[in-house]
Structures are given as C-alpha cells and as structure tokens.
C-alpha cells in the first residue's frame, strides 16, 4: 500500500493500478479498499486506477477526534480531493457505493472541478421520510447503536465479536448466492478487530453521516445547486437498505443523471455486480 501526503493529519492507505484515464474508487462500511477488487481487475491496463482506504479505515489513519469534523462527509471528502489533487488526478472518474457513494457526491459537490464523472450505487438523495418506514427502521437499526458508547465496551477491540458483527452484514445485504470467503472476513476482522479501529471505522455514523439523519434533512435542490457532474447511478434490485422505489427523485439532485439496474445484485455491487460495474465506469472514461 502507497501512502498520500496528509490533509488534517490524515494520511490514506491507497493502491494504484494501471494507466490510462484517472479513476478513483471509494468503498463502503464494513469493508476497504478490497471491495473494488474485481473491479480492478477488470479495470487494469485500461485506466489509472486510485483505491484508498478512506479515513478510519483499512490502513489509513485513525484518530480520537471529534468525528463531527474529522469523519464527517466533508473531512472524508477533504482526504479525497487531496488525494486527486496530489496524484494529478484530475478531473477522475470517482465511483462509490456506501459510505463511498456519500463522499464522491460531497466531492463532486464541492469540488466539481476535480471530476468528470461519477458511477455511484446507493446511497442516494431522495429516501426523504420514507426512511422512518417500519421496513426502514428494520434495517438501519445498526445506525442508531453505531452512536452509542457501548460499542467501545462490546465490540471495539474484540476480534471475535467484530468478526460477528461484521458477518452479519455481508450475509444479510447481499444479494442471492453471494457471501465472501472465509478468509476474507478474517482480513477484514483483523483490520476492524484492533483496538479503536472498530469506532473509527463508525465515525462515519457518530458525525451523523449516516442515512437516516441525512435523508430526513434533504430537500430537494434548486437547479444551480444540483450536483453537475454527469452521474450514472447503478441501483441493486436486492439491496434491503435502499429499495429501488428509493431512486425517483434522482432528477431532484442532480443535473445529469441516468438510472441502471443491477438486477441480481445486494448491497455490496462492487462485488456482487463486478463486470457491470466495471463497463459503466469505463463508459464513463
């Protein structure tokens, strides 16, 4: 793993692969910069291809801050844009799912500048108070605990019950069939396992990033405000946390949008729906 140069004390873990056109790819909760690793695969040799460990992941820095300001989506995002920014990146095609779909919109939000294009499965805009539905509130449960101070004294730390913990997302978000090895959630357990690693890796959630405190504040945005970037959204047809009704109000957010199914897939696209990921980002090149 490659290190950037760090922004607020900061510094990504990252890998790079290939050349060609610049992409960035931005992975989700509870996973790294491994989640893109079929994506890659197909990528490489055909782009310049940028995977970090966001901030409180992986191998990246974590520290005991504030996560209102440092793990927020604007102090994920600062990481990024330093990070295009330092590698001459841009502008770069910037993919996310997850937490990672949060950040490159913060990014194209804030910097448009900085990307051509963004390929994005969910989250996105547009839940509103449909996330206070009994179905909703069945899944994004783990959103509220994640902001509680017990974490730190039943799962920070504690490789055996992050290993549990983590399980159960990746068994219950994905799609038919689909579960990774073994061997990949004893890697992920050691990452997560370590000491603060596991609440760094939920400041996301404690500096209300999360779903359910960003779709109850969102209004829809004037039409100077829209993010402006061309956006492909790829939306699973068996995510539970985000039903494909979820995505009607894309037109709201942004100025250049257009909806692709993933039929088959979970929540974990990048992994679950690799190839078509893979095609949509370089259709965006």
């Known amino acids: 793993m490659l290190r950037s140069d760090p922004v607020d004390g900061f510094s990504l873990a990252y890998e790079r692969h290939g050349s060609g056109a610049p992409v960035v790819l931005l992975h989700g909760w509870p996973g790294d910069h491994g ?15 940028v995977v970090p ?8 820095d974590k520290h005991p801050r504030d996560p209102s300001q440092a793990y927020s ?10 990070l295009v920014a330092e590698l001459g990146l841009g502008p770069a095609v910037i993919a996310g799912y997850d937490v990672g779909s949060r950040v490159a919109q913060e990014v194209a939000r804030s910097h448009p500048e900085a990307v051509r294009a963004l390929v994005l499965a969910p989250p996105l805009p547009g839940a509103g108070d449909r996330v206070l539905s009994a179905d909703a509130q069945r899944e994004f449960w783990y959103q509220h605990f994640h902001r509680l101070g017990m974490i730190e004294d039943i799962i920070d730390g504690r490789p055996l019950a992050v290993r549990a913990y983590l399980e159960h997302f990746w068994s219950h978000w994905s799609g038919p069939g689909f579960m990774p090895s073994a061997a990949e959630l004893d890697r992920l357990t050691v990452l997560y396992g370590a000491p603060g690693a596991f609440v760094a890796s939920i400041g996301w959630y404690r500096a209300g990033a999360g779903t359910i405190a960003r779709s109850l504040g969102e209004q829809a945005a004037a039409s100077d405000e829209r993010i402006a970037v061309p956006t492909t959204v790829l939306w699973p047809e068996h995510d539970p946390l985000f039903p494909a009704a979820w995505s009607d109000r894309l037109d709201e957010f942004f100025s250049s949008v257009a909806l692709q199914p993933l039929p088959g897939a979970g929540h974990f696209s990048p992994l679950e729906a690799s190839e078509r990921f893979a095609r949509w980002v370089q259709a965006a090149l």
């Open 35 to 49: 989640d893109w690793r079929e994506v890659v695969a197909r990528l490489d040799g055909g782009a310049d291809v």
């Open 73 to 82: 989506a604007a102090g994920q995002a600062a990481s990024v844009i330093g």
């Open 53 to 60: 460990d966001l901030r409180g992941f992986g191998e990246s």
